[in-house]
C-alpha cells in the first residue's frame, strides 16, 4: 500500500506511520517529494483490509492507496485460464457456447410454467429460469408460490429437459430450494446478503450472482469472494443493470462491465437486458450487444401472456418474440465465434 | 391510475384497455386529447401493483402513471400526527427531544466497549450503538464477536445505563440479537432483504431502518411498510449517504431526505453522518446540518483509539471530539427549537 | 397534461385551478377518484412548458404530469422516416452503412494527422476526427492548436480522401471551424451550453451532437431541438457515456440509449467507445456492442504513438489496433445487415 | 506519482517507463512489492497532467495515481487564509456575516423585479438575484429579457440599494453582463464551458461559479482555477445539488461538499438550496442546514407570485414566506456564530 503524508506533516507523525507500519509486518519505503512524502508499505494488505484503515486514521497522512486487489480466489493472478462451470452432463457455462436461460418472472400456475417451458426449450433456450420466492419492493405484491413453485419448476423440467436457475432469498430456504434447483440464483438485494452468500458458499450448486443495483465491479468481485471462500467455486457472474440518473430505461445496462470483469476475473458472466431495461422492446438490441460485448450468456424473461402476468409483465417478451430473438442471435453468437 | 395511449393507437386497443380497467374493477374516464387519449382509471390502486404493469404490457399504452403512494402504514395520510417511538420508559425518539447514538463500529473488546459507553454517556449521549455481527464487504474482514459481542454490550448497558442498539444481518439470528437490543437495526446492505423486514416485522422491539445505498426515499418507504405490516409499527427511519459519482466523500449524505420524508411520513427520522462522509473531519458539520435539516436524532462513530479500529476507524471520532461536538451540538438544538 | 390534487384539497383550490387552466387556454376533465381528485388538461404543453410549473405552484396542487414529449423536430411523431445525413456526395450518416469516424483526441503535428489518416483510411475509417479546439478540466493542459490545427486537418483531408469531424468549442470560433469542417462537434460538457447550439443551428454543416455525461435521452433530444429549431435539422446524436457511481470505466457507456433514441427519433445515433471506456482495451468490445445495439457509426480514438499523446492516451489505439477491430467489426455489420 | 505495474510485467517494460520518467524530469523510486512493483516518481506533474495519461498507456503499467492536488491558485496549501471576496464597499463574502442572495428566476418585467427587490431588502437579504439572459431546456421556453433585463436590474438596485448577482451565458455577451452586474454568475450547465470561464477569468468582477450539475469538487475547483488563473481571484462557489437517481427533489443538495471545500480551498463556498430542490418546501429546512454545515451563503429563489413566473415557479418563495425563513435563519447564524 501507498502511504501519501499531509504537506507539512511533523516529523513525529512520519515517524509513528513508519513504526507502525513495522509492527504490522510491512516494509516501509520513504519517497521524499517535493511538497509531500509518500511511503511505500511492501506485504499483502489484502486478508488485514482494516490495516488500510487504521493507518489512514493516524496524523499527518491524508490518504492511503491499495495496491493489491481485495479480492483472491475470483482473481485472475490466482487462476489465469477462464472456468467453465458444469451445470448437467451436458451443459456448462463459461465455454464457447453462449447460454440462454428463458422464462418467467414468476411461476404463476403448472399451466404457464409448462407451456413456457416447452416454448423456450423449442426457440433454443438451455435452461428455464422462473421464481418461487419473489423479493418484492412492496409487501403488497404477489411474494411467490415458494415450495409450490418449485414443485412446479420440477414439473417444467421433466417436460422439457431444461435445467432450472431459481432464486434463493434466505439462508432458511435455501436447502429447500437447492434440492430443485440447477442453479441458485442471488438477486441484485441480496447480493450484499453477506448471510445468504455465505450459505450458498456451503451447498454444492453452481450460483448465479446478480450484481447489485448499486455495487461496483469491485464489490461484486468481493461478493463472489464470499461464496468462493466457503468452498464453492462455481459462481456465475450477472451484469443486470445499475442505477443511475437515467430513467428512459429502468436500469443502465453496463455492458462495458463485461470486458472489465473478463480482465479481472476467470469466472463466466451473462447479462440479464430484461431487468436492466425493464422493457421488452429493447430487449432484443440489448441481448444482441451484450454477446457482441463478449457475454458468455444471457438471462431473458419470457411470459406466455404479459398482460396478465403477476410480476414484471412489462418487460417480458411472448415465446413468439423470443423465438424471432434467438434466431436473430445466432447471427451474432457466429460474428463473436461461439456456438449457441 | 392514469394511462396514457399511444398517438395513432388503434380504436381497437383502446377498447381492450377500457374492458381490462372495467375488468379489474376500476371505472375509467376517458379524455380525447389532441394528439392521443388519456384515460384515468379510479380505484385503489395501492395494493394491486401488478394491475399497472399488467395494463403497461397491453398494446397501444405509451406509459402508466400510478396516482396513489404505493404506501400506506408509513403515509402521513393514513396517520397525521408524528409517530413518536417509546425505546424505554424514559427515552422515545421522534418527540421534542433530538436522539443521538453514539459508540464504536464493532465490539472489540469489555474495555473498549465499557470505556466507550461511559464516556459517550458523560458527553450526552442517549444511546450505546456498537456492532456484534458485522456486514463486511471482504470475507477476510473481521464479522464481529458475535452472540459474545451482545453480551459485552449487555455489560456495558448495565455500566452507563444507556440503552442499546445493535445490528440484525439474519432472520436466523434475530430473535437472540433482540433479547438483548433495546432497538434492532437493518444495515444498509440489508434494507431490501425482504426476509429479514418481515422477520424483524414480527418481533416487539423498535427497529432502525437505515436507507440503502442506492435506494429512493420511497422504496425506504416500502420497506418500512414491509415491518409495519407485520405488525410492527416502531420503525426509526435513517439517512446514511447515497452512492453518487462524487468521490471525496464515501456517499452523499442526503439531506434534503428530511424535509421530504417529514411531508410523507409519520416516523421519526435521524441521520448518520459518519457512515455517509466515511471521515471524522465532516462529522461535526453534518451534524449540524442534519438538525438543522430537521432530523430527530443522530447516529455517530465515537472509538476510544480510531487508530487500532477494527473497522471504520478513519470516520470515527475520539471520545474528546464527540464531547466538544456534543456542546455545539446544542446551540443548534436550540435553534431548532428542541431539546438535547 | 394531468394534475393530481392534493388529497383534502379544498372546493377553491380545484376551482381556481380549473379557472387558471381554462384562462390558459385548454380544456379541463375532472377525475373524482377515491382519495383525491385528478383534472386532465387538453392542449398542446409543448410550447409552454412554463404552464406545467405554474400550475404546480397553486395551492392544493401535488403534482403535474406532462403527457406530450417537450420535442417537436427531432420527434418521430412528427417525422417518421429515419433521417440519413448527407456528408458528402458520397458520405451519409443514417443509412445502411455504419459509417466509421477515427483519428487522434488533439492533433499535434503535420506528422501525427497525415500518418494517422492515412492508417485508418487505409483501415477503413469514413471520416476523420481530430481537435484543433481541446476543452481541458484543467486550464494547465493542453488547449489544442486552434486554427493552426485546423489548416492541419484539411491537409490531412487532402492526404487522406477522408472528410472531416472537429469540435467547436465556442460561439466565436464556430464560422472559423466550419469553413474547414465536414461535420461540426459539440462536446460533451457544451451539449447543453445553449448559445453554442444556437450558433450552429445557424450554420449550413452537419452537427455531431455528443451527450451529456450527465444528460438524460430527453434533454439529449432537447439540445438537438434547440439546433433544428434554428434552421439546421442535420444533427447526428452521439452516446458517450454517462457519469455513474462506477470507477472501473471512465464513464458507463449507455448502449440501451441507443434502441430508446431510435424509438424516440428519426436522427441517426452514434457510439463514441474512447471516450465512454478511458482504456484502449474496452474500445473494441464496446465498438461490436454499440453496433449489435444498433448504432449508425462508431468515433474511435487513434493515435500513432499513445505513449507520447497530448491527450487521452491511454484510450487511444494504435493504427495496428485500429486495422484489427475493423476486420471484426465487419463480421457485426454483417450480422446486423448492415455495410460497413 | 506513483506508478503500479502489472503483476508479472516484463524487466524491459520496467526499464522503458523508468527511462520515460527520468526523460520527463522525474526522479524515480522503484518499490519492489510481494506481487508488483510501484514506482515513485517524485516532480510537480500539476502543470503536465498529460505525462500521467503518457505513462498510463506504456506497456506493462496498471495504473497510475497522482499524488498532488491539480490545483494550485484555489488550493490551501498556496493560500492558508480564508479569501474574503469584496462586492461593494460595505459588502464582502467569506467574512463572518453569512450572506444571502435573493431574487426571482428570471426578470419579468419593471414591476416584478423592483418589487421582489424591496421585498428582499426588506427582509434582509444583502443582494439580489435575477436572470437577464437564461439558459433554458428547451429552446421554446422564455430565453430572458436580456439588455433590456439587465436595465430593470440597474434600476432595481438603485430602488433597493442591493448589489446585483446576474447570469452570464456566453464569451459575447459577458462585456455588457458586467456594466451591469456587482457579482457575474456562471450557471450549473457553463460550468465547465471553459472559453466562457476564461472570459470572466479576465474581467474585473467578482465570479459566482455554480457547481456543474454532474462536476466532482475536485473539478469545481479545476473550474475555478480556469477563472483564476486568467488573474481574476474574486471567486465565490456555489453548491447547488447534484444529480443522482433520486427523483423526489430535483437534483440531491450535496452539502457535504461544503466542509471538503472548506478543508480543500480559501474561497467561499455558498448554497443554493432553490435550484437544489426545485420545491419551496424543502428551502427552509436545506437553507438552515447549509449555513449548518458551514455555507459563507445562500442564494434563494423569491418570487411575489409563483403561480404566474415565467421559470421555476414550483420552487420560489413568496416575499413573506422568505421573511419568515430569514426570521427563523437568524437563529442558525447565530449557532453557527455567524452575523447575518
Given at each position: ?16 506511520v513508519l513504526d507502525r507500519i513495522k509492527e504490522l509486518g510491512y516494509k516501509p519505503h520513504v519517497i521524499h517529494g517535493t511538497t509531500r512524502d509518500v511511503i511505500g508499505a ?168 446478480k450484481r447489485g443495483m448499486s455495487m461496483t465491479i469491485n464489490e461484486l468481485l468481493m461478493s463472489a469472494e464470499y461464496i468462493m471462500s466457503e468452498g464453492n467455486h462455481s ?106
Amino acid at each position: 500500500m501507498i502511504i501519501v503524508m499531509r504537506a507539512g506533516a511533523a516529523k513525529r507523525e512520519k515517524e509513528e506511520v513508519l513504526d507502525r507500519i513495522k509492527e504490522l509486518g510491512y516494509k516501509p519505503h520513504v519517497i521524499h517529494g517535493t511538497t509531500r512524502d509518500v511511503i511505500g508499505a511492501v506485504g499483502d494488505e489484502r486478508e488485514k483490509r482494516v490495516v488500510i484503515d487504521a493507518i489512514a486514521s493516524m496524523q499527518g497522512v491524508e490518504s492511503v492507496v491499495p495496491i493489491l486487489k481485495p479480492y483472491k480466489l475470483a482473481s485472475k493472478e490466482v487462476k489465469r485460464e477462464k472456468s467453465e462451470i458444469r451445470i448437467t452432463d451436458s451443459l456448462s457455462i463459461g465455454g464457447s457456447r453462449v447460454i440462454v436461460m428463458a422464462g418467467p418472472c414468476a411461476i404463476e400456475s403448472e399451466k404457464q410454467i409448462i407451456e413456457t417451458a416447452i416454448a423456450v426449450k423449442e426457440a433454443g433456450a438451455h435452461l428455464l429460469r422462473g421464481g418461487a420466492y419473489k423479493p418484492r419492493t412492496s409487501p403488497y405484491s404477489f411474494q411467490g408460490m415458494k415450495e409450490k413453485g418449485l414443485k412446479l419448476l420440477a414439473k417444467a423440467r421433466k417436460a422439457s429437459g431444461l435445467p432450472l436457475v431459481t432464486e434463493v432469498v434466505n439462508p432458511e430456504s435455501a436447502d429447500i430450494v437447492a434440492e430443485y434447483a440447477d442453479i441458485l440464483q442471488i438477486g441484485t438485494r441480496n447480493a450484499q446478503n453477506f448471510e445468504l452468500l455465505k450459505k450458498v458458499g456451503r451447498l454444492k450448486k453452481p450460483v448465479l450472482l446478480k450484481r447489485g443495483m448499486s455495487m461496483t465491479i469491485n464489490e461484486l468481485l468481493m461478493s463472489a469472494e464470499y461464496i468462493m471462500s466457503e468452498g464453492n467455486h462455481s459462481v456465475i457472474l450477472c451484469e443486470r443493470g445499475i442505477r443511475t440518473f437515467e430513467t428512459a430505461t429502468r436500469n443502465t445496462l453496463d455492458l462495458s462491465a463485461i470486458p472489465v470483469l473478463k480482465g479481472e476475473t476467470h469466472l463466466p458472466v451473462i447479462a440479464d437486458p430484461s431487468h436492466a431495461t425493464g422493457n421488452q422492446k429493447y430487449v432484443a438490441a440489448m441481448s444482441f450487444a451484450a454477446i457482441a460485448a463478449g457475454a458468455d450468456g444471457l438471462m431473458i424473461e419470457v411470459h406466455p401472456d404479459p398482460e396478465h402476468a403477476t410480476s414484471d409483465g412489462p418487460q417480458s417478451l411472448t415465446p413468439k418474440d423470443f423465438s424471432a430473438l434467438m434466431k436473430k442471435l445466432r447471427l451474432f453468437t457466429d460474428a463473436a465465434g461461439r456456438e449457441l
